[in-house]
């Protein structure tokens, strides 16, 4: 498991190009036949994802958890970015399409990967935060989930934001998770920019062409930064910046949030004359 210690909102102001992306960018994510792992010091967010080929894949716990399992003390949002496949929580089975969600309670001892044909594999991107109360584990199909239209093709950010993990849907104990799907034409992400002062989030860009990227700001309002961000990576984003994108062309993104609560309009909205 990599372990990622965070710049502070004073320290990234100074940091060039690679010392931004070695701070918030993932960009190491589905490994043929492994799971990845990345622990960040900034509300214990773990960032995983599970490649199965040739193999099932297994969560075990690690040494930094201090944890018999993965899930003693934790709990899961995953989302299918891949071919079909399957997860097995201690012994019950979930076909998961593409796009299929799945919520893991803590208390889950074994989770198991697969993918249902090694020459197409799934690829199982996941969010883990600590839990301090039970929820049962819940298979979410794309098709069902609650989806609201925002934005405008005149303001090229016409979007469909798609809610897996949140109190009116798949419960948690603090886990919030879902994705944004960008029109044809559209490029803008999360404009007008916001922060959230009581939460952290991590974005993962998929459904982007081989020569397509999104150039991600992140920051101060008033002290922006941008990093370059390519298909199936991800970027950490604490809760005083702003997570902001343009692509050269539309994408998907997930969204995983963790913290005090799990109300989706508690942001702090940005001053847009203000942003620098």
Not at 51 to 68: M, N, R
Not at 144 to 160: D, F, K, M, W, Y
Not at 179 to 195: D, F, Q, R
């Amino acid at each position: 498991m990599e372990i990622r210690y965070s710049a502070d909102d004073v320290r990234y102001q100074r940091m060039n190009t690679d010392e931004l992306r070695e701070s918030f960018l993932i960009n190491d994510l589905f490994q043929k036949d492994e799971i990845t792992l990345l622990y960040s010091d900034i509300d214990r967010l773990i960032v995983g994802s599970a490649t199965p080929v040739s193999k099932k894949l297994t969560l075990s716990s690690a040494e930094e958890l201090a944890a018999e399992y993965f899930t003693q003390r934790r709990e899961i949002g995953v989302i299918n970015v891949g071919e079909p496949g399957k997860i097995t929580v201690d012994g019950k089975e979930f076909g998961m399409e593409y796009r299929d969600g799945l919520y893991i309670g803590r208390g889950s001892r074994v989770i198991e990967f697969e993918s249902a044909a090694q020459d197409s594999p799934a690829l199982f991107y996941f969010v883990s935060y600590p839990a301090h109360s039970d929820f049962p584990t819940v298979h979410i199909e794309a098709a069902t989930v609650e989806s609201v239209h925002l934005g405008s093709q005149a303001e090229a950010n016409e979007r469909t934001i798609r809610k897996y993990i949140h109190p009116a849907g798949a419960q948690s104990c603090q886990l919030v998770m879902g994705c944004t799907e960008l029109a044809k034409g559209s490029i803008w992400n999360t404009m007008p920019v916001h922060t959230h002062e009581r939460r952290m989030e991590v974005y993962f860009y998929f459904e982007l062409p081989d020569d397509a990227l999104v150039f991600h700001f992140m920051g101060k309002p008033t002290e922006t930064r941008h990093v370059v961000v390519r298909n199936r990576e991800a970027i950490i984003s604490p809760s005083w910046s702003i997570h902001s994108g343009a692509g050269t062309s539309n994408y998907t993104f997930v969204w995983g949030m963790g913290g005090e609560n799990q109300e989706f309009g508690d942001m702090q909205h940005s001053d847009m004359a203000k942003v620098k």
